[in-house]
């Protein structure tokens, strides 16, 4: 059998929730993948039709008239595959945003650069809890399409809302402090605001100082998918 990748158990999960059709597996690219595994969302239509051709997927066509299209639901070899794939050890936490990279640098370029970038951030984060809280209305109405799997669903909410929470309060925060800048470079000013900050932080610290520079956790050493 091909080797199934972690986009191929993301194209399966979804399918294993209801039939599907590669046209609205498509349109839940926004909706699902993009959040979730980013990887996927470009490689839906090829994944779905390797899946089919694996026996993981079973596709019947539909038709409306003279116009067809093919739905795909998940096969009991499917099924077994994501059963298989839940007891194995998970990819490494990481977070796909480009936003930091470019705060690393922020010296390199101007107020106005990063200002902007913030501020994107900001308004899209806004945007999202907009759409969270149309996703949280669609269940409080029983309209949405994963109606039946509530239970779970509100924890994956819960995720995601409490994220966009995060990072739009930590966009609000970081605007205000860069704001009150003169320039991009460093001083001694703004490296003692910097390291009060760092000690304010809610995270347990050792109960002795470090002599050495500490090493990334173990967990992150996994093999990534």
């Known amino acids: 059998m091909d080797r199934l990748t972690t986009t191929s158990y993301a194209v399966l999960a979804q399918v294993a929730v209801r039939p599907w059709s590669s046209y609205e597996l498509a349109q839940q690219r926004v909706r699902y993948f993009r959040y979730v595994w980013p990887r996927a969302e470009s490689a839906i239509y090829g994944e779905v039709k390797r899946l089919s051709s694996m026996g993981l997927l079973e596709g019947i066509k539909e038709y409306t008239g003279k116009r067809s299209r093919t739905v795909y639901s998940i096969t009991e070899a499917g099924k077994e595959a994501l059963r298989e794939w839940l007891g194995t050890p998970i990819s490494p936490f990481s977070m796909d945003f480009e936003a930091m990279l470019r705060l690393f640098v922020v010296p390199l370029g101007t107020k106005d ?104 956790p173990k967990s992150q050493m996994r093999t990534r998918s």
């Open 113 to 216: 650069d990063i200002m902007g970038t913030l501020k994107q951030v900001r308004a899209d984060t806004h945007e999202m809890l907009e759409f969270a809280g149309k996703v949280k209305q669609e269940f409080i109405d029983g309209i949405n399409v994963t109606q039946d799997q509530v239970y779970i669903r509100a924890l994956v909410v819960d995720f995601f809302i409490s994220l966009l929470n995060t990072v739009e309060a930590w966009a609000e925060r970081t605007l205000a402090e860069i704001e009150t800048w003169d320039d991009l470079l460093p001083s001694e000013e703004k490296n003692t605001r910097g390291l009060e900050k760092i000690r304010q932080l809610s995270v347990a610290t050792p109960d002795e100082s470090l002599k050495h520079i500490a090493n990334p």
